[in-house]
Nanobody
């Protein structure tokens, strides 16, 4: 059974930094992409950043230049360095891992709260 465990959320003042980490386990197949999405109260879940097994990255427009996604030394780990945080970044952040073969399967973590105070 695939499990994604997130860590690193919390409360920070505007302009501060946080680092999120996610560790995935239990998959027979290699994850093609891993990344982060976020959901604020009353809003849809949006892309924050994703990274492929080859190292290609894609960021949501609102975080470009402030957030950096990377994969850990182990292929099943992903990190999100968040700098220059703004109150608008406040949300629950979800780790995602995707397998793409003849079928596509998404796995999600339980979410970690990030709160940025003004």
């Amino acid at each position: 059974q695939v499990q994604l465990v997130e860590s690193g959320g919390g409360l920070v003042q505007a302009g501060g930094s946080l680092r999120l980490s996610c560790a995935a386990s239990g998959s027979f197949f290699r994850f093609n992409t891993m990344g982060w999405y976020r959901q604020a109260p009353g809003k849809q879940r949006d892309l924050v950043a994703v990274i492929t097994s080859g190292g290609s990255t894609n960021y949501g427009d609102s975080v470009k230049g402030r957030f950096t996604i990377s994969r850990g030394n182990a292929e099943n780990r992903v990190h999100l360095q968040m700098n220059s945080l703004e109150p608008e970044d406040t949300a629950v952040y979800y780790c995602n891992a995707r397998i793409e073969r003849d079928w596509v399967r998404d796995y999600w973590g339980q979410g970690t709260q990030v709160t940025v105070s003004s």
